[in-house]
């Protein structure tokens, strides 16, 4: 920023923000010119829930013991603001998985009867041809639709400390079934809804995005840092697991907020970078929840 100001004698200036306030010399006339001071600068949006969440910056530490995922979170000193555990119920799930393969089975089953039964019956052919279809496509779709129907939900929950006794937010899965849209709905530790956190699966497909929408409208959406990255993901390097995602995440307006970054160099620590919003018009807790899932929400 730079303070404009000019003097009686008509020489106009462009000053540096520190003199602003300050009486200076003009360098033409001599005249004292008095800088006007600055504008107050806006101010930073009180940060409600816990004192923890008054960061600009989380760094989000994966620890690999067990079967759940759980993250230490750090604020930029290293210091420990939060412990957050997503369990995973693995043998409640492989058992999901079974029940799915049996509902595929038994719809490839069905519609082959019926089928049969088409022919038979010397029914309208068309008919026959269209069961075959789904005997042949619509059971991979039955058997996935019923896996997730018969799995647990994988609530987030994000506590104080890994002592887990007092809870600061909670992250829920809103259905079993997400076939073509993910969603998920963020409450403060008083219960008080927050915000719901959602993709669409097959938009996702070329570039992921993530939509955050709040009581009164939406808050903010996570893209993929760049399309190309974004392709080469989807090719060789994502196999190789050589190229991680990194989403930039934008007010509706547009404007950087901040972003999430899983760089090479910081193995298993992300990073929540929302310096760019410095009023916090996001949420921290808010912002937190959406870090989370944009790692645990989307490579498993
Ligand atoms: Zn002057």
Redesign the pocket.
């Known amino acids: 920023m730079s303070v404009n100001v000019s003097?009686?004698?008509?020489?106009a200036y462009n000053l540096k923000d520190e003199y602003a306030g300050s009486r200076l010399g003009?360098p033409?006339?001599?005249?004292a010119?008095l800088v006007p001071a600055l504008p107050p600068a806006p101010p930073v949006r009180f940060q409600a829930g816990d004192t923890a969440f008054a960061q600009d910056k989380f760094l989000l530490n994966e620890r690999h013991f067990g079967i759940s995922e759980k993250y230490a979170v750090l604020d930029k000193e290293g210091a420990s603001l939060m412990f957050v555990e997503r369990p995973n119920y693995i043998f409640l799930n492989v058992l999901a998985i079974f029940g799915g393969v049996i509902a595929g089975i038994i719809n490839l089953i069905a519609s082959g009867v019926l089928s049969h039964l088409v022919k038979v019956l010397g029914l309208d052919p068309l008919l026959g041809v269209l069961l075959t279809l789904w005997a042949k496509l619509g059971s991979f779709f039955v058997a996935i639709a019923a896996a997730q129907a018969l799995s647990k939900r994988r609530h987030i929950t994000v506590y104080r400390d890994d002592s887990r006794e007092e809870v600061l937010l909670r992250i829920a899965q809103d259905s079993n079934i997400q076939l073509l849209t993910a969603s998920y709905t963020v409450t403060g530790a008083d219960g008080g809804r927050l915000a719901l956190i959602y993709k669409k699966r097959l938009r996702n497909i070329f570039r992921k995005r993530w939509y955050v929408l709040g009581p009164d409208g939406p808050l903010c959406t996570a893209q993929e840092d760049s399309i190309i990255l974004s392709a080469l993901r989807r090719m060789v390097l994502g196999f190789l697991g050589l190229l991680h995602t990194d989403f930039m995440i934008y007010s509706p307006g547009g404007q950087v907020l901040g972003e999430f970054s899983r760089r090479m160099t910081l193995r298993d620590r992300y990073v929540l970078d929302m310096t760019p919003d410095s009023r916090r018009s996001l949420d921290r807790r808010v912002a937190l929840a959406f870090g989370v899932l944009l790692d645990t929400g989307e490579n498993r």
């Open positions: 003097c009686a004698c008509g020489a003009c033409r006339c001599g005249a010119i």
